[in-house]
């Protein structure tokens, strides 16, 4: 029950205020991966709530994917403006191969849960993506 609330709670804020339907107004890497974020955020938990063996994997959707993401985004937002920068300078700090490390991390992760036979591997594959990402 608890875990419904807060993916209903999450699905106002989303999609309400974040207004997360909408595409990003910028069309560069770092506007996308804090669109996804809330994307990863509101499927997570909604795994999480519907799926409860499946919970762990749709918390690491939420965490991994969803508040890592964000994070990253934000701060090469703030890190790239504080720093005086042009925003065109983001695509420099959160490019390409941090996204595909990211995503690599993410995909080992929830992927674990699902193919218990690579579990070890597909673990140590994600603790070794995420600090590259």
Known sequence: MGAALRASAATVILLLVWKL???????????????VSGWL???????AALLPSRAMAGLHLVFIGGFGLLTIGVGTRVVVMHGGHPPAAE????????AVALAG???????SDFVPALGNGLLTSSALLWPVA
């Open 21 to 35: 339907p909408r595409r990003p107004g910028r069309r560069e890497l770092p506007a996308w991966g804090v669109w």
């Open 41 to 47: 955020i509101l499927i997570g938990l909604w795994v």
């Open 91 to 98: 695509r420099l700090v959160l490019g390409a191969g941090v």
């Open 105 to 111: 991390a993410l995909i080992a992760r929830v992927a």
